[in-house]
């Protein structure tokens, strides 16, 4: 499917089985909801109607709207796919997101709106900082046997 337009997006994302969203792009910058898919509307609970033409600012806390904005200037002035991570506080629940954006170019070349695939990857996130979280007490372990192991070798040279 050839995506042509914004309706062409929002008939793309409803097929996609992993949350995405499409964003338009007015050519003064500002940034608004089209479109929410029914696994994102799933995994976050809020409808797609609920945020159809608004803004981040409008429907996202002041600090969240303001994260992804960065994000979303960065496709616009560029025009190239862009796919990164982040940590959002969302309806009172923190979620990690693996996303990808991918722009729509108008007729000129222009950004006229955003594709976003978002993957929660808040589960492998956890799991990632248990790993580390083992890895730091490791590395405690390993130095203070390090240096039990250097006081009792200087012990026992001592008279």
């Avoid at 979303?72 to 990690?96: H, V």
């Avoid at 799991?127 to 083992?134: H, L, M």
């Amino acid at each position: 499917m050839a995506i042509a337009t914004l309706h062409d997006a929002c008939d793309f994302a409803n097929v996609i089985a992993l949350p995405c969203f499409v964003l338009s792009c007015d050519p003064d910058g500002e940034v608004r909801f089209q479109h929410f898919n029914p696994a994102l509307v799933a995994t976050l609970g809020i409808p797609s109607a609920a945020v159809s033409g608004k803004t981040p600012k409008e429907c996202l806390p002041a600090r969240v709207a303001e994260t992804v904005m960065k994000n979303y200037a960065i496709r616009i002035q560029s025009g190239r796919p862009y796919e990164y991570e982040e940590l959002l506080d969302l309806n009172g629940r923190e979620i990690w997101w693996q996303t990808s954006l991918s722009p729509i170019l108008g007729g000129k070349g222009e950004v006229v709106g955003i594709i976003a695939i978002a993957v929660d990857i808040t589960m492998q996130k956890a799991q990632e900082f248990k790993r580390a979280e083992a890895d730091s007490a490791l590395l405690r372990m390993n130095d203070e046997i390090t240096l039990f192991t250097s006081m009792t070798a200087h012990d026992v040279r001592g008279p």
